[in-house]
C-alpha cells in the first residue's frame, strides 16, 4: 500500500464523451504526475502539477487536462473521448525539491471507451 | 526524457538469483536510475534507485558502471511471486520515461 488512492476503479464511457479521474496523494507530497497505461505498454507520462500548476507535460493533446488542489489532490480530465483512450490511467505522488524523487503510484483507474 | 533499453522477458526458476540488465544511452548528468515492478492491473512499485556503483536494499542490489550507460537489477533468490513486469528508468525531478519493461516469469 502506498497511500495514493483513485477513484472511480473502473468506468465505462462512450466515445465523445467526457471523463473525470482522481487521485489523493501520499500524505506529505505535493506533486502528482499522471500516465496512461495501454495494454501490454509501459506507462506515458502524461503531465505533472506543482503547487496547483502544471509542470512539464507528456505527448498528449489538450484534450488532456488536469488540476491539482491546495491539499495536494489531483484531477485528470479527458474531453472528447476516444476509442484509443482506453487505458490504465495511473498518478503518482512525490516530493518537489528531492532530487531522489521516488514516486508512489496508485493503483489505477481502468477506463473503457466504447 | 531518455527512454531506456531491456530485454522483453526473462524465465527464472525458484531460488535462482536474476539479473536483469537496462540500457541507459541518453541518461543525462542529473538523472538518477530507478527501477520499478509492477504486477498485472496494478501500479508499478518502486524496487530500487542509484545514482553510481553498487545500492542494496531489502529486495534487491542495483549495479551501474562509472559511465552509467547501463544497469543491472539483481533479485537474489526469487519466487513465484516476483513474476512481474520490470522497468528500468532514468529519473528526474519526478519526471519518468517508461519502456516496455521486461517481463520476469518465475517458474517452480
Known amino acids: 500500500e502506498t497511500g495514493v488512492t483513485q477513484s472511480p476503479t473502473h468506468l465505462i464511457k462512450t466515445r465523445g464523451q467526457q471523463v473525470t479521474l482522481r487521485c489523493s496523494s501520499q500524505s506529505g507530497h505535493n506533486t502528482v504526475s499522471w500516465y496512461q497505461q495501454a495494454l501490454g505498454q509501459g506507462p506515458q507520462f502524461i503531465f505533472q502539477y506543482y503547487r496547483e500548476e502544471e509542470n512539464g507535460r507528456g505527448n498528449f493533446p489538450p484534450r488532456f487536462s488536469g488540476l491539482q488542489f491546495p491539499n495536494y489532490s489531483s484531477e485528470l480530465n479527458v474531453n472528447a473521448l476516444e476509442l484509443d483512450d482506453s487505458a490504465l490511467y495511473l498518478c503518482?505522488?512525490?516530493?518537489?525539491?528531492?532530487?531522489?524523487?521516488?514516486?508512489?503510484f496508485g493503483p489505477g483507474t481502468r477506463l473503457t471507451v466504447l | 526524457l531518455a527512454k531506456t533499453t531491456q530485454p522483453i522477458s526473462m524465465d527464472s526458476y525458484e531460488g535462482q538469483e536474476v539479473n536483469i540488465t537496462c540500457s541507459h544511452n541518453?541518461?543525462?548528468?542529473?538523472?538518477?536510475i530507478t527501477w520499478y515492478q509492477q504486477f498485472p492491473s496494478q501500479g508499478p512499485r518502486f524496487i530500487i534507485q542509484g545514482y553510481k556503483t553498487k545500492v542494496t536494499n531489502e529486495v534487491a542490489s542495483l549495479f551501474i558502471p562509472a559511465d552509467r550507460k547501463s544497469s543491472t537489477l539483481s533479485l537474489p533468490r526469487v519466487s513465484l511471486s516476483d513474476t512481474a513486469v520490470y522497468y528500468c528508468l532514468d529519473t528526474n525531478a519526478g519526471k519518468s520515461t517508461f519502456g516496455d519493461g521486461t517481463t520476469l516469469t518465475v517458474k517452480p
Open positions: 541518453n541518461i543525462a548528468t542529473n538523472d538518477y
Open positions: 503518482a505522488s512525490s516530493l518537489a525539491g528531492v532530487r531522489t524523487d521516488t514516486q508512489y
